[in-house]
C-alpha cells in the first residue's frame, strides 16, 4: 500500500481530516482489546458527504472501512487493516430535542455524558449506562448494543433507538424505523440495495424461527450475533407483532431494520444520525454497600438481593477493591464508602418516587441481608453516590494498573448467565482458571448475571497465549452448558466471533453469514468481526513474538520495571478523552485529536518500543508534533486509572530527543529560570524598566520564542531571603521548627508571598528557618528534559535538605510544582536512599497546616470579617498528588469564608508552556474552556485563589483578575 497515493485520494473527496503517516496509523492501531491491526488511514468526516464520499472509494478500491467512537471496545470491534473512520471530531451534534415525545435526534460522535447533560435541564436522559460514559459515544453503544449498570431496569440500547439514518455499502442513505405490514411490503418489493435487505431479514427470520427460539440464549444481556431474534414474527390478536427477544424493553413491536444494525459493530451499515428515545431521570435514588468476607458469600447473596427490586446490584472483589486503595484518585473514594478489608461487596442501587420510599428500599434490603454481610451501608448523600460510581465505573482501568506484565486480561470477561446460576456458575468458571494455575479477578453486573471475569496473564509468554485459548473454550462450553451467552455487553469483534458458529448452530451461523453479504457484498464494512473472523488469539497487541528494545534513561521507572512497561500500563480505555470533570487530558479536551491524549502519546511510544515503528520514529518531527502538546500537568498521574505518567515519559522523551537533536535555547534559559531570575533581582529597578519597553514583546518572541502576548514576572528588590535575614525574629527558639523552601518566585519575584507564609506558619506556633544553601528545585529542567543537569541538581539538593529531613523537620514549600518535585520525581531520578526521607518530609503549604491544625498540633485564629466568597483554582500537580481538600478547609476556617473549588482542569499555562508563542492560542483555549468564565462570573468583591505561580498570571492574562496565593489569604484574615 502506497501511503501517500491514498492520502491523495482522500483528501480530494473528503474535506474533514486525512492521516495517513506512520504514526498517525499506530494511534489507531489498538482499542481497548487485546488486539493490534495498523489501519490503511485515518479519516475524521466533517459531515455527510464526506462519509458518502469515502464509502464510494472504499467501494471502487475494495478498501475495508472501520466506524470509530470512543475506541473503549474490549473485544477489537475498533481495530483493523481499514480506513478508519473517526465520528468523535466534527460529528458529534445533538441535532433535535422533542422533550414532549421524549425523543432526539443526535450524530454517532456524540458522547453519552455530553448528550445528558443537554438533556438535564429537561429531566431527561439516554437510559443506557455505560462505565466509560464520559468518552463513549453514541454510535459505539448502537454498534455493540451497550448497556450497563442499570438493565435490569432499562435493557439494552437496542430498547431506546426508535430510528437509524444510514449509509448503506452502496453509497444509498436511507432511514431505517418501524414500519406497519404495509409499509414493509412496500419496502421489500424495492429492487435496489435496501429492498434486498428487507427481503432477506424477513425470510431469514421466518424460515429459522425454530432455529432462533433453540439457540438463542434466554437472558436479558445477549448481544452476540445478528439481532435476528427481532425480527421473528409472532401472531398477536390478528396483528403481526416482531421479536421474540428475552426481556425486551422496546414498547414498539413493529418491524424495524434499526433492531439489525444495533449491535452489528459496524459491519452492515454507516450510522449517520440516530433517533433516540429518552426517559425520565429517577426522581431519587439510594445505594447500600453490602460487605463480604468472601466473595462466594456475596455471590450467594445476589438472589436475595434482587428479591428486594433493586435497580442494580454491582459486584466488586478483594482485587479490585486492593488495587483501588493503591490508586491516589479512587483510594479517596473509596474510603467514603468502605468500611473495612472485605473480601467482596455487593453495591445494591434503589430507583423511587420519593425519599421515603428509596429509605423504605434500603431498610427493606437491610433486613433481608443482615444475616449475609458483615456490614451495611447506606449511601444517600450525592458526594457518596458519586463516589461509589467513580469506583465501580473505573474496574478495568483500575485492574489493569496490577503490574507492568501480569494483567487482568480481556478475552472471557462478558458471558452472561441467568442470575440464579450465577454464584455456581462462577465457581465452575473460577475452578477453571484454578485448573489451568491462573488467578481470576470478578466485578461486574451481578443483577443480570454479568461477571466481568479477569484471569491475570502476561501474554507477552507463548504459554500464556496458550492458556489464555484453552481457559477461552472451556468457558465457552460452560456458558453453552449454563444456557448463557458469551457476550453480555461487550460483543463479538474478533475476541468472540470465533465461536458464534458453534454457540447458535450452522444453521444460524450461515444465516448470519447472508445478513453480512445482503447488507455489505463488497466486505468494506469492518470486515472479521461477528462472522468470518480469524482465531480470537490472533492479531494480538503484546504476544510471544513481542520484544521491545532496550532504552538507557535517566528516570529509572521503577515501579514500572523500566520505560516500556511505563508506556504498556496504557490499557486504551481512553478516560484520557474525556471532554469535561478533572484535569486529563487537557490538549485533549480542546483539540479532540486522539494523538493529543494520553492514550495517543502512549501509543506512539510504545509503538516504536515494540518495533512496530523504526527506532528513528521516536526523535521524529511528527513524534514531536504528537508530544508538544502535553502539558506536564500530571493529570494522568491523578487520574489515568491505569497509572499512566506522561509528564515524567514526555521528560524522558525530551531528554531523548535532545540528545540527537540538541538543547534549544529557549528550553536552556527556562530551565535556567533561578540563575535569569537571581541576576534580574539584582538589577531590579533597571531590569524591570527594561521589561516594560514596549518593542521587548516583540522582541522576546523573535528572538527565543516567548509570546508577545505574556508580559515576563518582573523581579523583586528585595529577595525573600534578604528580607527573612534581615528581620528580627519574635519566635521563641523552643518552638517546633519548620523549613520554609524559597522556591525561584517567591524569593526573587513574589517575595510578599513567602513573607506572608511566615506570618502564618509563626501564628501557627512554628519557628520558620531558610535553608543555609538555597538550591533549585530542578522542577524548570525536569519539565525541560534537561535530565542530565537535574540529577546533578539533584544530588546538590539532597545535600543542602538532607540534614533537615533526616532530623524530622518539615520541608513547607509554596509553589506546588517545585516541592512536589521532591516527592514524585526525585525518588526515580536518584538511587539515594536520602530521596525517600526528603520526599517523606516534604510538605505543600495547605497539606501542612491543615494536617496540623487537624492533629491539633496548631492552632490558627481569625478575625471576623464580613461574608466573603473565595474561588480556589487548584495547581495541577497539586490536585494530581495531594488534592485540593487541604487548601479549601483552611480557607473555610476564615469567619464568613464561603470557599468553593472551580473543575477548571489545568489552567492551560503550565509553567512555561503557555510562555511559548506557538502554544499561547492552545494555552488560552484551555483557559477558555472553564476556568477564565469562572472567574468572570465572580462579583466584583470574590477572591480568586491559586497557589501556582503560572496559574496566577494565567488568571491575570486571561480575565485581568488578581489572583492570591493562599499564604496571602489567611496571613491578611489572621488575628493581630
Given at each position: 500500500m502506497k501511503y501517500d497515493d491514498l492520502a491523495a485520494e482522500l483528501r480530494e473527496c473528503v474535506t474533514g481530516d486525512v492521516q495517513t503517516d506512520a504514526i498517525s496509523r499506530a494511534l489507531y492501531a489498538t482499542d481497548a482489546s487485546i488486539y493490534q491491526i495498523e489501519p490503511l488511514g485515518v479519516v475524521l468526516p466533517k459531515d455527510e458527504a464526506d462519509v458518502a464520499a469515502l464509502v464510494r472509494l472504499a467501494r471502487l478500491r475494495r478498501l475495508p472501512m472501520v466506524p470509530r467512537g470512543g475506541g473503549t471496545s474490549l473485544a477489537g470491534q475498533a481495530v483493523g487493516r481499514a480506513i478508519h473512520v473517526d465520528f468523535t471530531k466534527y460529528m458529534n451534534r445533538l441535532l433535535e430535542v422533542n422533550v414532549a415525545g421524549q425523543w432526539a435526534w443526535v450524530e454517532p460522535g456524540i458522547v453519552l455524558d455530553h448528550l445528558n447533560a443537554e438533556l438535564a435541564p429537561h429531566n431527561l436522559k439516554f437510559a443506557p449506562d455505560v462505565s466509560p460514559s464520559n468518552r463513549a459515544t453514541i454510535g459505539g453503544m448502537i454498534a455493540n448494543n451497550s448497556s450497563g449498570m442499570y438493565s435490569l431496569v432499562y435493557g439494552k440500547t437496542i430498547d431506546h433507538v426508535l430510528e437509524l439514518k444510514v449509509m448503506l455499502s452502496d453509497g444509498s442513505i436511507t432511514t431505517f424505523r418501524p414500519l406497519d405490514e404495509a409499509e414493509l411490503r412496500a419496502c421489500m418489493a424495492n429492487p435496489d440495495l435496501e429492498g434486498r435487505i428487507y427481503r432477506t431479514v424477513a425470510r431469514l427470520a421466518r424460515e429459522y424461527a425454530d432455529e432462533i427460539a433453540r439457540h438463542y440464549p434466554k437472558v436479558l444481556r445477549r448481544v452476540?450475533?445478528?439481532?435476528?431474534?427481532?425480527?421473528?414474527?409472532?401472531?398477536?390478536?390478528?396483528?403481526?407483532?416482531?421479536?421474540?427477544?428475552?426481556?425486551?424493553?422496546?414498547?414498539?413491536?413493529?418491524?424495524?431494520?434499526?433492531?439489525?444494525?444495533?449491535?452489528?459493530?459496524?459491519?452492515?451499515?454507516?450510522?449517520?444520525?440516530?433517533?433516540?428515545?429518552?426517559?425520565?431521570?429517577?426522581?431519587?435514588?439510594?445505594?447500600?454497600?453490602?460487605?463480604?468476607?468472601?466473595?462466594?458469600?456475596?455471590?450467594?447473596?445476589?438472589?436475595?438481593?434482587?428479591?428486594?427490586?433493586?435497580?442494580?446490584?454491582?459486584?466488586?472483589?478483594?482485587?479490585?477493591?486492593?488495587?483501588?486503595?493503591?490508586?491516589?484518585?479512587?483510594?479517596?473514594?473509596?474510603?467514603?464508602?468502605?468500611?473495612?478489608?472485605?473480601?467482596?461487596?455487593?453495591?445494591?442501587?434503589?430507583?423511587?418516587?420519593?425519599?421515603?420510599?428509596?429509605?423504605?428500599?434500603?431498610?427493606?434490603?437491610?433486613?433481608?441481608?443482615?444475616?449475609?454481610?458483615?456490614?451495611?451501608?447506606?449511601?444517600?448523600?450525592?458526594?457518596?453516590?458519586?463516589?461509589?460510581?467513580?469506583?465501580?465505573?473505573?474496574?478495568?482501568?483500575?485492574?489493569?494498573?496490577?503490574?507492568?506484565?501480569?494483567?487482568?486480561?480481556?478475552?472471557?470477561?462478558?458471558?452472561?448467565?441467568?442470575?440464579?446460576?450465577?454464584?455456581?456458575?462462577?465457581?465452575?468458571?473460577?475452578?477453571?482458571?484454578?485448573?489451568?494455575?491462573?488467578?481470576?479477578?470478578?466485578?461486574?453486573?451481578?443483577?443480570?448475571?454479568?461477571?466481568?471475569?479477569?484471569?491475570?496473564?502476561?501474554?507477552?509468554?507463548?504459554?500464556?497465549?496458550?492458556?489464555?485459548?484453552?481457559?477461552?473454550?472451556?468457558?465457552?462450553?460452560?456458558?453453552?452448558?449454563?444456557?448463557?451467552?458469551?457476550?453480555?455487553?461487550?460483543?463479538?469483534?474478533?475476541?468472540?466471533?470465533?465461536?458464534?458458529?458453534?454457540?447458535?448452530?450452522?444453521?444460524?451461523?450461515?444465516?448470519?453469514?447472508?445478513?453480512?453479504?445482503?447488507?455489505?457484498?463488497?466486505?468494506?464494512?469492518?470486515?472479521?468481526?461477528?462472522?468470518?473472523?480469524?482465531?480470537?488469539?490472533?492479531?494480538?497487541?503484546?504476544?510471544?513474538?513481542?520484544?521491545?528494545?532496550?532504552?538507557?534513561?535517566?528516570?529509572?521507572?521503577?515501579?514500572?520495571?523500566?520505560?516500556?512497561?511505563?508506556?504498556?500500563?496504557?490499557?486504551?480505555?481512553?478516560?484520557?478523552?474525556?471532554?469535561?470533570?478533572?484535569?486529563?487530558?487537557?490538549?485533549?479536551?480542546?483539540?479532540?485529536?486522539?494523538?493529543?491524549?494520553?492514550?495517543?502519546?502512549?501509543?506512539?511510544?510504545?509503538?516504536?518500543?515494540?518495533?512496530?515503528?523504526?527506532?528513528?520514529?521516536?526523535?521524529?518531527?511528527?513524534?514531536?508534533?504528537?508530544?508538544?502538546?502535553?502539558?506536564?500537568?500530571?493529570?494522568?498521574?491523578?487520574?489515568?486509572?491505569?497509572?499512566?505518567?506522561?509528564?515524567?515519559?514526555?521528560?524522558?522523551?525530551?531528554s531523548i530527543y535532545y540528545e540527537q537533536h540538541g538543547i534549544p535555547l529557549r528550553s536552556r534559559i527556562f530551565g535556567a529560570i533561578r540563575t535569569i531570575n537571581e541576576l534580574g533581582s539584582r538589577l531590579a529597578p533597571l531590569a524591570n524598566r527594561l521589561l516594560a519597553l514596549p518593542f521587548v514583546p516583540t522582541l522576546q518572541e523573535r528572538l527565543i520564542g516567548v509570546s508577545r502576548q505574556r508580559r515576563l514576572p518582573p523581579f523583586a528588590a528585595q529577595p525573600f531571603h534578604r528580607w527573612f535575614a534581615a528581620r528580627q525574629s519574635p519566635v521563641d527558639a523552643d518552638r517546633p521548627s519548620v523549613v520554609l523552601f524559597p522556591d525561584t518566585f517567591a524569593d526573587y519575584n513574589d517575595p510578599h508571598i513567602a513573607q506572608a507564609a511566615v506570618r502564618v506558619l509563626e501564628a501557627a506556633g512554628y519557628r520558620v528557618l531558610l535553608p543555609t544553601r538555597r538550591v533549585c528545585c530542578g522542577r524548570p529542567q525536569i519539565s525541560k528534559g534537561l535530565l542530565k543537569e537535574v540529577q546533578a541538581l539533584a544530588q546538590r539538593q539532597l545535600d543542602a535538605l538532607g540534614p533537615y529531613a533526616a532530623a524530622g523537620i518539615p520541608i513547607i514549600g509554596l509553589e506546588p510544582s517545585c516541592i512536589l518535585s521532591f516527592r514524585d520525581e526525585y525518588p526515580d531520578l536518584l538511587d539515594d536512599p536520602r530521596t525517600a526521607t526528603l520526599a517523606q518530609m516534604s510538605f505543600l503549604f495547605d497539606e501542612f497546616l491543615a494536617r496540623e491544625v487537624r492533629a491539633g498540633r496548631a492552632t490558627l485564629r481569625f478575625r471576623d470579617q464580613a461574608p466573603r466568597r473565595y474561588l480556589f483554582h487548584g495547581h495541577c500537580h497539586q490536585k494530581a498528588l495531594i488534592g485540593s481538600t487541604h487548601a479549601l478547609a483552611l480557607l473555610r476556617m476564615i469567619p464568613g469564608a464561603d470557599a468553593r473549588e472551580v473543575d477548571s482542569g489545568c489552567c492551560g499555562m503550565a509553567g512555561s508552556f503557555g510562555y511559548e508563542a506557538e502554544h499561547y492560542a492552545i494555552s488560552q483555549k484551555i483557559g477558555e474552556r472553564a476556568l477564565f468564565p469562572a472567574v468572570r462570573a465572580l462579583p466584583a468583591n470574590a477572591e480568586v485563589v491559586a497557589m501556582g505561580t503560572s496559574c496566577r498570571q494565567q488568571i491575570a492574562d486571561g480575565t485581568g483578575r488578581r489572583a492570591r496565593h493562599l499564604a496571602e489569604v489567611l496571613a491578611d484574615a489572621l488575628e493581630e
Open positions: 452476540g450475533g445478528y439481532n435476528l431474534d427481532a425480527f421473528v414474527p409472532v401472531n398477536d390478536d390478528d396483528a403481526t407483532r416482531y421479536g421474540i427477544m428475552f426481556g425486551a424493553r422496546s414498547p414498539d413491536r413493529r418491524f424495524n431494520m434499526t433492531n439489525m444494525i444495533v449491535g452489528s459493530e459496524g459491519t452492515l451499515a454507516l450510522v449517520l444520525a440516530a433517533r433516540l428515545r429518552l426517559v425520565p431521570r429517577p426522581k431519587h435514588t439510594a445505594i447500600a454497600i453490602l460487605e463480604f468476607d468472601t466473595l462466594d458469600a456475596a455471590l450467594d447473596a445476589v438472589v436475595p438481593c434482587l428479591e428486594c427490586s433493586p435497580a442494580a446490584v454491582e459486584l466488586m472483589d478483594d482485587i479490585l477493591l486492593d488495587l483501588t486503595r493503591k490508586s491516589r484518585e479512587y483510594a479517596q473514594y473509596l474510603a467514603l464508602f468502605v468500611q473495612g478489608r472485605p473480601g467482596a461487596l455487593l453495591q445494591v442501587e434503589f430507583f423511587g418516587e420519593s425519599e421515603d420510599e428509596v429509605h423504605a428500599s434500603l431498610t427493606r434490603l437491610e433486613q433481608h441481608l443482615r444475616t449475609r454481610c458483615s456490614a451495611i451501608t447506606p449511601i444517600r448523600d450525592a458526594r457518596r453516590k458519586n463516589a461509589v460510581l467513580a469506583v465501580r465505573k473505573a474496574g478495568l482501568p483500575l485492574l489493569q494498573s496490577l503490574s507492568p506484565d501480569l494483567k487482568p486480561e480481556t478475552f472471557v470477561e462478558d458471558s452472561a448467565v441467568p442470575p440464579e446460576k450465577l454464584n455456581v456458575y462462577l465457581r465452575r468458571f473460577r475452578n477453571i482458571c484454578h485448573a489451568h494455575g491462573v488467578q481470576v479477578a470478578f466485578y461486574g453486573h451481578a443483577s443480570v448475571g454479568v461477571i466481568h471475569a479477569r484471569p491475570l496473564l502476561n501474554l507477552k509468554h507463548a504459554d500464556d497465549v496458550r492458556k489464555m485459548r484453552a481457559i477461552a473454550e472451556d468457558i465457552k462450553d460452560l456458558v453453552i452448558e449454563f444456557g448463557g451467552a458469551l457476550s453480555g455487553e461487550h460483543g463479538d469483534g474478533m475476541l468472540r466471533a470465533e465461536f458464534n458458529r458453534e454457540l447458535f448452530g450452522e444453521t444460524l451461523y450461515e444465516a448470519f453469514r447472508e445478513i453480512k453479504h445482503t447488507f455489505d457484498p463488497y466486505d468494506i464494512f469492518n470486515p472479521g468481526k461477528i462472522v468470518d473472523a480469524p482465531p480470537m488469539d490472533r492479531h494480538l497487541r503484546y504476544g510471544e513474538r513481542y520484544h521491545p528494545i532496550r532504552l538507557h534513561t535517566r528516570f529509572r521507572f521503577s515501579d514500572t520495571g523500566g520505560i516500556v512497561g511505563a508506556v504498556e500500563l496504557c490499557n486504551g480505555n481512553g478516560l484520557c478523552r474525556k471532554m469535561s470533570g478533572g484535569t486529563m487530558c487537557p490538549s485533549y479536551m480542546v483539540t479532540r485529536d486522539e494523538e493529543h491524549s494520553t492514550r495517543g502519546r502512549a501509543n506512539a511510544l510504545r509503538m516504536v518500543f515494540s518495533g512496530a515503528l523504526p527506532l528513528d520514529a521516536l526523535t521524529s518531527a511528527r513524534m514531536k508534533e504528537v508530544m508538544d502538546l502535553c502539558l506536564e500537568c500530571k493529570g494522568c498521574t491523578g487520574e489515568c486509572p491505569s497509572r499512566v505518567n506522561m509528564t515524567r515519559l514526555k521528560s524522558e522523551w525530551l
